[in-house]
């Protein structure tokens, strides 16, 4: 079987079928955005992320500080997607050879920034050398109290579906830098042209993790029955949450909070805007569920939208549009285990 037929959600449960735990301390495995350990009254949140040049990042166009920046930002956002704080991390390394010390200091210059404002230790790693291109794996390790703990198997009948921030603007940011990409092959004296897309490019190039919601839901008494990151597409995302919650879903299409730079730009590519929206992925932005009574306080909340509720699994996951058809959500967001010819 071509591991593609699988995808990566696919191959991973094929690998971890039957796996079972045998410490105490492992509260939670294989599964969720971060594997959970428990230390007395708080739980320890683990993650990974593995970036390879040519499938994650194209330095083409991805200057070393902003990509050190994102690797660690994608960890941080794993663990505020868990309701936890990021506390460390260690960053291991693949490097060819035609990288230099001044790349590298350049790339860790990034990360550094990421651990700084987020108030993150960078406390080890390791590096070899790369046959093709760069690696980079980030370990980030947080902390939660046990009682606040998010996973994406809370979802019930009713909950309300939220998201933050805007969806499919990193997608866009993606597509304007590969068509400059593609504009200046062979033109030395090529100058990029990003005017009045400036915030599509840093979406792409400079995400956030959302510390600011975690914080903002806590702060009005809000503990999200079901959470998760955005990386992979809203619509990937949510047929995550709702498989894990053995729970259908309706969401709206007119709700999908789209900023206008995203609008602008997928009109100019002859692009579907939600169709970029559902399934374009890197933005990292939060999806959570909440209870009913909680819309008032959830909405309440600067840069949270309630974009639909959750149903009985008998009713499957689907988008309402705005003319009141109901078409099925399809995991059409990133999997990197595609082959060429599934793109």
Same mark, same amino acid.
């Given at each position: 079987?071509?591991?593609?037929? *699988?995808?990566?959600?696919?191959?991973?449960?094929?690998?971890?079928?039957?796996?079972?735990?045998?410490?105490?301390?492992?509260?939670?495995?294989?599964?969720?955005?971060?594997?959970?350990?428990?230390?007395?009254?708080?739980?320890?949140?683990?993650?990974?992320?593995?970036?390879?040049?040519?499938?994650?990042?194209?330095?083409?166009?991805?200057?070393?500080?902003?990509?050190?920046?994102?690797?660690?930002?994608?960890?941080? =956002?794993?663990?505020?997607?868990?309701?936890?704080?990021?506390?460390?991390?260690?960053? =291991?390394?693949?490097?060819?050879?035609?990288?230099?010390?001044?790349?590298?200091?350049? *790339?860790?210059?990034?990360?550094?920034?990421?651990?700084?404002?987020?108030?993150?230790?960078?406390?080890?790693?390791?590096?070899?050398?790369?046959?093709?291109?760069?690696?980079?794996?980030?370990?980030?390790?947080?902390?939660?109290?046990?009682?606040?703990?998010?996973?994406?198997?809370?979802?019930?009948?009713?909950?309300?579906?939220?998201?933050?921030?805007?969806?499919?603007?990193?997608?866009?940011?993606?597509?304007?830098?590969?068509?400059?990409?593609?504009?200046?092959?062979?033109?030395?004296?090529?100058?990029? =042209?990003?005017?009045?897309?400036?915030?599509?490019?840093?979406?792409?190039?400079?995400?956030?993790?959302?510390?600011?919601?975690?914080?903002?839901?806590?702060?009005?008494?809000?503990?999200?029955?079901?959470?998760?990151?955005?990386?992979?597409?809203?619509?990937?995302?949510?047929?995550?949450?709702?498989?894990?919650?053995?729970?259908?879903?309706?969401?709206?299409?007119?709700?999908?909070?789209?900023?206008?730079?995203?609008?602008?730009?997928?009109?100019? *590519?002859?692009?579907?805007?939600?169709?970029?929206?559902?399934?374009?992925?890197?933005?990292?932005?939060? *999806?959570?569920?909440?209870?009913?009574?909680?819309?008032?306080?959830?909405?309440?909340?600067?840069?949270?939208?309630?974009?639909?509720?959750?149903?009985?699994?008998?009713?499957?996951?689907?988008?309402?549009?705005?003319?009141?058809?109901?078409?099925?959500?399809?995991?059409?967001?990133?999997?990197?285990?595609?082959?060429?010819?599934?793109?």
């Amino acid at each position: 079987m071509e591991i593609s037929e *699988l995808g990566e959600f696919g191959l991973i449960d094929r690998l971890t079928a039957g796996l079972n735990t045998v410490n105490p301390s492992t509260i939670r495995g294989v599964g969720d955005d971060c594997a959970v350990l428990r230390n007395h009254d708080t739980d320890i949140l683990v993650t990974t992320d593995l970036l390879l040049e040519g499938v994650h990042f194209d330095l083409t166009y991805v200057p070393l500080k902003h990509l050190g920046y994102k690797s660690a930002i994608v960890n941080f =956002s794993d663990v505020y997607a868990m309701n936890g704080t990021p506390k460390q991390i260690t960053v =291991s390394l693949g490097i060819s050879a035609r990288f230099t010390v001044e790349h590298i200091a350049e *790339l860790f210059s990034g990360i550094r920034l990421a651990c700084e404002i987020y108030g993150v230790d960078l406390v080890g790693g390791d590096t070899t050398s790369s046959r093709q291109g760069l690696v980079i794996s980030i370990t980030c390790i947080g902390e939660a109290p046990s009682d606040r703990i998010v996973t994406r198997g809370g979802a019930a009948d009713t909950d309300l579906i939220c998201v933050s921030g805007d969806l499919g603007a990193a997608y866009m940011g993606l597509q304007l830098l590969e068509r400059e990409k593609v504009a200046s092959a062979g033109r030395k004296d090529f100058v990029p =042209s990003f005017d009045g897309k400036e915030y599509l490019v840093e979406r792409q190039l400079k995400p956030e993790a959302r510390r600011d919601i975690v914080e903002a839901l806590a702060k009005a008494g809000i503990v999200p029955t079901a959470m998760m990151d955005i990386s992979d597409g809203l619509s990937s995302e949510l047929l995550h949450i709702c498989k894990a919650s053995d729970a259908g879903c309706r969401v709206y299409e007119d709700r999908i909070p789209i900023d206008y730079q995203t609008a602008v730009m997928a009109e100019e *590519l002859g692009m579907n805007l939600v169709t970029a929206a559902l399934n374009g992925g890197e933005d990292y932005e939060l *999806l959570f569920t909440v209870p009913l009574h909680a819309h008032d306080a959830v909405s309440a909340i600067p840069g949270v939208k309630v974009i639909g509720h959750i149903t009985k699994p008998s009713l499957g996951c689907a988008m309402i549009t705005r003319d009141g058809a109901e078409i099925p959500l399809r995991a059409q967001g990133w999997n990197p285990l595609k082959g060429e010819t599934d793109k």
